[in-house]
């Protein structure tokens, strides 16, 4: 079972190394950043920090929302958290990907990103180690207001969009592709991996140290797991 635990925690980070690609190359793209990202960017315009910083920084103030709010945090949680952030900041200064000058380069750029999105998604959903902060805030207003989960997420992604903009955010017809797209392009996926999302059983860190918990207890025991 420990085995088992670490390939799922290997799938969780390996998936978050693709995801972060994924949001690289619609920033490449140059088209317009999908709503979160103009928020990230946003931030950037007025604190000297990276737009994977900001990432951390905002999904930091997000899981400070979580424990006020005393909903569950998971390990992939933390770990979306923290990595999706480091891993931008990685991309973001390879050389070989240079921002898209024309629109027909860059639609096809932020397409293949997308569809990285929702492949990296399958990964890190999979694993069962919990939603992102960003989904986990979308989880925890749904059961607070009882508004269709859908108007939850509509209105946190225009509230921050709006709120990025003004900060400085690029919006463009990128970002309209990128709030529609992903939806698309993660059901297409999910689809032909045979994916539901509604069978993986998502841990709580507190499952995961009584995991723990109770594999030191029997290592101890019978030296058996």
């Known amino acids: 079972m420990l085995k088992n635990f670490f390939m799922r925690f290997l799938r969780m980070v390996i998936g978050l190394f693709i995801y972060s690609f994924g949001i690289v190359l619609t920033i490449r793209a ?9 928020f990230h960017q946003g931030v950037t315009k007025h604190i000297p920090i990276t737009m994977g910083q900001a990432s951390i920084f905002v999904g930091l103030i997000i899981v400070i929302i979580f424990c006020i709010m005393r909903e569950k945090l998971g390990l992939g949680t ?49 694993a069962g180690f919990g939603a992102g902060p960003r989904d ?22 225009v509230s921050v969009l709006v709120i990025g903009y003004f900060l400085g955010g690029y919006v463009g017809i990128g970002t309209v592709i990128s709030a529609f797209g992903v939806s698309q392009a993660v059901q297409i996926v999910f689809s032909l991996l045979k994916f539901d999302v509604k069978t993986v059983k998502q841990e709580s860190l507190i499952d995961n140290i009584k ?6 207890s029997k290592r101890n025991g019978d030296g058996d797991f």
């Open 30 to 38: 140059n088209l317009g950043l999908a709503p979160w990202d103009v």
């Open 78 to 126: 933390i770990f979306n958290m923290v990595l999706i952030g480091i891993f931008i900041d990685f991309f973001l200064s390879l050389k070989f990907l240079p921002d898209m000058q024309n629109f027909f380069s860059g639609l096809l750029m932020m397409i293949a990103g997308l569809f990285i999105l929702a492949f990296a998604s399958f990964l890190y959903i999979g």
């Open 136 to 157: 986990g805030l979308m989880v925890a207003v749904t059961k607070r207001t009882k508004w269709p989960v859908g108007v939850v997420r509509a209105v946190i992604e």
């Open 211 to 216: 995991f723990f918990k109770a594999y030191i």
